[in-house]
Structure formats: C-alpha cells, structure tokens
C-alpha cells in the first residue's frame, strides 16, 4: 500500500500534533469515490464538521494543484491551498493535499496543517482512502491533548461519511428516497 508524501517541515512526529485514519471498504473503487472529495462543496452534505466551502479565484468547483479554497472546521476559519493533486488512474493512487492556515503569521493563535488523502484501488474490489494530518501551533498542542481526540474522532467521521455518501452516489436516482 501507499503512504502519504510528507514536505519537510510537516513530517509527522516533528509537529505538535498528527492525526491517521482509514478505511478500507469492498465494493467500491477510487474512481467513485475520488468526485466526492475533491469537489470540496460537496464536504457539508455528507461531514457535518465543514461548512462555508468557497473558492477564492471563483474559478471552479474542483481541488487541483495550486487552487485557493477556504472552509470552516473544528471551530476554525481555514483559508488553504492544494500543495498536491494527482487523479487516481488504474495504475496509481488519487493523491490530494492542502496546506490550511487559520490566523496571521507570527501569531501565537495561529494554527498551521498539512492535510492530505490517498485513494488506492485494492485487490478483490476494495477501496483504502487514507487520511492524516499533521499540525503546527498552539491550537495543534491544545488538540494533541485533548480527550477524546477531537481530530481522530472527526476524520473517521469525514471518511465513514465519505464512504455513505459515495455508496449513495453508486446506488443512483431514487435510491435516497428508499432510505426516507
């Protein structure tokens, strides 16, 4: 299996906190799950911990490379940047990452993350969607302490509605009304 690309400064165990969760599910492949993630308005609709997605080039409604974007999460108003983007393809696993910020720099408030998912294909007709989260500042430190651990609880909250909301997606028209 895959493992995230970390950049130098954000390498788990040299930040104030790290967070890890995945799933690893039959039945679905990455390439239904990948429109889910990466059209990140659509995050409110199945993870009730974001809110407010917005561009700011108001140029699209997809994360690539390079794109701003700014969302609300664990009481936070993060403005972010994707800082890797790859598409899954047969071959390779979906990669996408976002540098996030809430606060000004050299503000003892601030909080700074890299955020980053793998979607691999599986033998046997699997989906693993991996996520982990590292974390610089003192709101990261306040996090790391935290019982129970409010990123590791709301990640796995993100992924297992992620995987609800893909299967909804798979099921197509009308399959939501049967659920009422």
């Known amino acids: 299996?895959?493992?995230?690309?970390w950049p130098a400064d954000f390498v788990p165990g040299f930040t104030d906190n790290f967070c890890s969760n995945e799933v690893i599910v039959a039945g679905l492949c990455a390439a239904e799950v990948w429109p889910l993630l990466v059209e990140a308005q659509r995050w409110p609709s199945y993870y009730a911990n974001s809110a407010n997605v917005r561009f700011r080039d108001g140029d699209g409604v997809t994360l690539i490379?390079?794109?701003?974007?700014?969302?609300?999460?664990?009481?936070?108003p993060v403005e972010?940047?994707?800082?890797?983007?790859?598409?899954?393809?047969?071959k390779s696993p979906g990669r996408v990452a976002w540098h996030g910020?809430?606060?000004?720099?050299?503000?003892?408030?601030?909080l700074d993350v890299h955020h980053a998912w793998l979607v691999e294909n599986l033998s046997g007709g699997r989906v693993r969607i991996l996520t982990q989260e590292t974390q610089k500042g003192a709101p990261a430190?306040?996090?790391?302490?935290?019982?129970?651990?409010?990123?590791?609880?709301?990640?796995?909250?993100?992924l297992e509605g992620l995987i609800a909301a893909t299967r909804l997606a798979k099921a197509g028209p009308g399959y939501r009304e049967l659920l009422v």
């Open 1 to 5: 299996m895959h493992a995230i690309e």
């Open 101 to 110: 910020w809430a606060g000004e720099e050299r503000d003892p408030t601030r």
């Open 141 to 158: 430190r306040d996090l790391a302490k935290a019982k129970p651990n409010p990123m590791i609880n709301g990640h796995q909250d993100w």
């Open 80 to 90: 972010a940047k994707v800082v890797e983007y790859a598409a899954p393809t047969a």
């Open 65 to 76: 490379n390079g794109r701003r974007f700014y969302f609300e999460t664990f009481d936070f």
